[in-house]
């Protein structure tokens, strides 16, 4: 991917028509265009293309046009808009050589906006196919940023989004080919590339240390749980923040076996713990100043005979005690395991990343996650975060009057407790193991994680990526305030 601030030949160039008032508009230069795609019936709404032969003095084969739809009240189009037409062109072009992107990126942000959904858009998972699908070969961005400051977010935003994809490849591996111990060495020999610390403790090192919660969970899988800490530390970092993410790589529900029809995309179960891997990465190829670890609680969750059987108590890593009254609640006790050993190392933050409830897709639908926390301030920080990075998040409580029904007759606390706003049960379960005083954030990606329907803008079918984006915007505005 490159930025151009002069133009070039290519196979296709890509323009963004937008919706004026007086109906489909285009830069000047596209002028000759706009008869032909009105007659075609495009309106410049997003998501549309159109391709036509290039007029007489365009340096291409052909044109693209991408819907960019409406305006801002100055007449332009922010990031979302920008990474979304980028998106749709790319994914309309795959296997064309040379593609210019000559949408309106006339700032760093947009250059940087342009590129990431270009990127994202080139996105296919072939790797168990016979055929895969070619690639563009060459990708430009044209700008008249200035040439250092383009290439700076060129890079900034292949970094990003080669990230993004690592989590979206992971999401969607099959569960016989990715299970935790297989995730465990994929962290490790990333982690090596890359000079990161890599920490795995196996089952064996799991019980010596008292996790029972990550092995009740896996107990009945023949493929034993992981516990896998990658870091990363700038020498000029002031704050150090700690990433949870689930790490469930399949979920049978366990002996609470799930319904016909809910187990076939349960592979996605581990997006959390994808997406804490990729951000660590990402934080650390973009040399963020900040100490961050990332902490993937992962496991099977199989019913068997010597699964965890509802009724059971488990002994959780800081001595509490968990009724487990539903086994198919487990990604909040792997969670909390790993949040209370994460805590031990004093982070200034906490934030935890779970594919968790479907009450949180039931709330927000299948675009938008949760974002829950004791502090408004903190929690409103998170979403603002996630907005800025383009990801829709929405701040929601943890109202106190839902927590008695976590009470347990025999133990500390029930892993399930009222059903109607299980989502934020969930999320006053995780709260338990968070220190007092210490920032912290659930996010629900439940809804986002993985898309089933037909792929839009630069998002495609299977595996989305959701959080990455957040986790490190958020890591780079907490390094930046120091705070």
């Given at each position: ?198 920490e795995v403790l196996d089952e064996k090192a799991l019980a010596a240390a ?53 187990n076939e995309i349960m592979k996605r179960d581990m997006s959390g713990a ?116 383009g990801e829709q998040a929405w701040p929601l409580p943890l109202p106190a ?83």
């Amino acid at each position: 991917m490159t930025a151009l601030t002069a133009g070039r030949h290519s196979d296709v160039v890509v323009i963004g028509a937008g919706r004026g008032p007086a109906g489909l508009a285009a830069p000047a230069d596209a002028t000759p265009l706009i008869a032909t795609a009105t007659a075609w019936g495009m309106t410049g709404a997003a998501g549309e293309t159109l391709r036509l032969p290039a007029p007489p003095g365009f340096d291409a084969g052909s044109v693209l046009l991408v819907g960019l739809g409406e305006p801002d009240r100055d007449g332009e189009y922010g990031p979302d808009a920008l990474r979304q037409a980028a998106g749709v062109a790319a994914r309309a072009l795959a296997g064309v050589t040379s593609v210019v992107l000559a949408l309106p990126a006339r700032t760093p942000d947009a250059v940087e906006a342009v590129t990431l959904g270009a990127v994202l858009g080139q996105y296919s998972f072939d790797a168990y196919r016979s055929a895969r699908q070619p690639a563009t070969a060459e990708l430009g961005v044209l700008t008249s940023v200035e040439q250092a400051a383009a290439d700076a977010a060129v890079r900034r935003a292949v970094v990003l989004a080669q990230e993004v994809n690592r989590a979206r490849d992971l999401v969607n591996t099959p569960a016989n080919d990715l299970y935790p111990e297989v995730f465990a060495a994929e962290v490790e020999a990333v982690g090596a590339g890359h000079g990161l610390a890599v920490e795995v403790l196996d089952e064996k090192a799991l019980a010596a240390a008292g996790f029972g919660g990550l092995l009740g969970v896996g107990q009945g899988s023949v493929r034993p749980p992981r516990l896998v800490r990658i870091s990363y530390a700038h020498p000029d970092a002031a704050r150090t923040i700690a990433l949870i993410g689930k790490g469930i790589t399949y979920d049978s529900g366990g002996l609470s076996l799930k319904p016909v029809g809910s187990n076939e995309i349960m592979k996605r179960d581990m997006s959390g713990a994808a997406a804490v891997f990729a951000a660590v990465v990402a934080a650390a190829r973009l040399e963020v100043p900040v100490r961050v670890s990332g902490w993937l609680a992962l496991a099977e969750n199989m019913p068997s005979g010597s699964a965890t059987r509802p009724g059971d108590v488990l002994r959780m890593y800081d001595g509490r005690t968990v009724e487990v009254l539903n086994t198919d609640a487990e990604g909040r006790i792997v969670l909390a395991d790993a949040i209370a050993r994460a805590a031990e190392d004093e982070p200034d933050v906490i934030v935890d990343v779970a594919t968790l409830t479907f009450a949180m897709r039931m709330a927000l639908g299948n675009r938008m996650f949760g974002v829950m926390s004791p502090s408004e301030e903190f929690g409103g920080r998170v979403a603002a975060a996630a907005r800025r990075a383009g990801e829709q998040a929405w701040p929601l409580p943890l109202p106190a009057d839902l927590r008695p029904s976590l009470n347990s007759p025999v133990a500390d606390i029930a892993n399930v407790g009222e059903r109607l706003g299980g989502g934020l049960v969930a999320g006053l379960f995780l709260k338990e193991f968070v220190p007092d005083g210490t920032p912290w954030a659930h996010l629900d990606i439940a809804g986002p994680a993985f898309h089933e329907g037909e792929p839009y803008g630069y998002t495609p079918r299977g595996g989305t990526g959701a959080g990455v984006r957040t986790l490190v915007q958020l890591v780079r505005e907490l390094a930046e305030a120091g705070s």
